[in-house]
């Protein structure tokens, strides 16, 4: 199974810097409204939404609708500029917290990375205006993550959806001063300061795909056979346990539409193969 990050980003000038590091093209036919840019290989989309978190929401949920193709195991993350409260110019933080504005309901991305591969963590305050009331615990405030972040991880697993900012203001930096020039500027610094935790997440993300993969001729026998939800299931830790057991090949079985008769020939077939295992012959035929 391949793998595939989407970025969310609500500027053109934070997305003009993945444009550029990673190689992306715009995509044919994307929706005006929710311009999307995409890498030679399919593996990394993105996806300007436009400032605010409703516009991050709607931007990441149109970008989950159009999954097509092979099954692939998708990485999210939301990417941009955000203020601080303390002197931290220029610098990187994978949100911890993600809360909006004068709301009581949280999301807590997991920290799934060796610490070696890690960036500082902060929480994030989504706002509904830029501002310069910034929280003085350290809490970052921009305008997206609190919209991206339930739509995401509704479309994968919570260490899969991440939130990456870089601090372009804080309160000795005025926020009015900030321009396109430095926004890109920020962001290819960001992407410097973070490329070993997007190695690690990326590699990560590989585990899953390959966890979470078809096992050897799954497509097959669903082709071939009428499985239910519950016997696609069943079907998948059969033939799981054969590869475990080293039988690779999958054969034709005598009933050509009925998955629970082939079910059943699975489970004798891999019976046998138990018991001769047990007896220590490491050839199966």
Same mark, same amino acid.
């Given at each position: 199974m391949d793998i595939c990050i989407r970025w969310v980003v609500a500027l053109r000038p934070e997305a003009q810097a993945l444009i550029d590091r990673f190689g992306l093209v715009?995509?044919?036919?994307?929706?005006?409204?929710?311009?999307?840019?995409?890498?030679?290989?399919?593996?990394?989309?993105?996806?300007?939404?436009?400032p605010g978190?409703?516009?991050? @929401?709607?931007?990441t949920g149109y970008?989950?609708?159009? /999954?097509?193709?092979?099954? =692939?195991c998708f990485g999210w993350i939301n990417f941009g500029i955000a203020g601080s409260g303390k002197s931290d110019y220029g610098r990187s933080f994978i949100g911890n917290r993600i809360c909006a504005a004068?709301?009581?309901? @949280?999301?807590?991305?997991?920290?799934?990375?060796?610490? /070696?591969?890690?960036?500082? =963590?902060?929480?994030?305050q989504t706002v509904d205006s830029p501002t310069t009331n910034y929280p003085k615990d350290g809490t970052l405030v921009e305008m997206e993550a609190a919209g991206f972040y339930p739509v995401a991880s509704r479309l994968a697993s919570s260490e899969f959806c991440q939130v990456l900012k870089v601090v372009s203001d804080d309160p000795f930096n005025d926020i009015n001063s900030?321009?396109?020039?430095?926004?890109?500027?920020?962001?290819?610094?960001a992407l410097d300061e973070s490329s070993p935790w997007l190695d690690a997440f990326k590699a990560l993300l590989g585990e899953e795909a390959r966890r979470t993969a078809d096992p050897e001729g799954f497509a097959e026998l669903v082709s071939s056979y009428h499985f239910s939800v519950t016997q696609q299931l069943q079907l998948r830790r059969l033939l799981q346990q054969r590869q475990a057991l080293g039988?690779?090949?999958v054969r034709t079985y005598r009933h050509g539409s009925d998955g629970n008769d082939c079910l059943r020939e699975l489970r004798e077939e891999l019976k046998r193969a138990q018991l001769v295992a047990r007896a220590g012959d490491d050839e199966y035929v």
């Open positions: 715009s995509k044919k036919n994307s929706s005006d409204a929710f311009p999307v840019w995409v890498s030679e290989d399919g593996g990394m989309e993105l996806i300007v939404s436009g978190r409703v516009l991050s @929401a709607a931007a970008l989950g609708g159009q /999954t097509q193709g092979p099954p =692939r004068h709301s009581a309901n @949280a999301f807590y991305p997991p920290l799934v990375l060796p610490k /070696t591969k890690a960036i500082d =963590r902060r929480g994030i900030i321009n396109k020039s430095q926004v890109i500027n920020h962001c290819h610094n039988i690779r090949n």
